[in-house]
Nanobody, 125 residues
Framework: QVQLVESGGGSVQAGGSLRLSCAVSESDYSRYCMGWFRQAPGKEREGIASIDSDGSTRYADSVKGRFTISKDNAKNTLYLQMNSLKPEDTNMYYC???????????????????WGQGTQVTVSS
């Protein structure tokens, strides 16, 4: 069973930055498609970024140019660097993972099989 544990959330003023981390308990991590999602209460979950096994990345228009997804295969850790944060970025953020052969193409809206517990990001104006 793959376990994902997010960290790095918190409160920040608009224009600030945060870096989220997601530790992955999977030795074959480098062959996974990984993604970040966010969800506000009462709203649908939104896929915002994904990275596949060869490092190719994809972003939702809402975060393109501001957020950067990356991974460190040696540390089994996924990151989301969030810059120029806006109040509308306030959400619970989740990391997700699955084998790259399960989520073909590794789109940001992939139906991942493994999820973290989430970390809250709050951006004040």
């Amino acid at each position: 069973q793959v376990q994902l544990v997010e960290s790095g959330g918190g409160s920040v003023q608009a224009g600030g930055s945060l870096r989220l981390s997601c530790a992955v308990s999977e030795s074959d991590y480098s062959r996974y498609c990984m993604g970040w999602f966010r969800q506000a209460p009462g709203k649908e979950r939104e896929g915002i970024a994904s990275i596949d096994s060869d490092g190719s990345t994809r972003y939702a228009d809402s975060v393109k140019g501001r957020f950067t997804i990356s991974k460190d295969n040696a540390k089994n850790t996924l990151y989301l660097q969030m810059n120029s944060l806006k109040p509308e970025d306030t959400n619970m953020y989740y990391c997700a993972a699955d084998h790259d052969w399960v989520v073909a193409g590794c789109p940001i809206y992939a139906d991942f099989g493994y999820w973290g517990q989430g970390t809250q990001v709050t951006v004040s104006s």
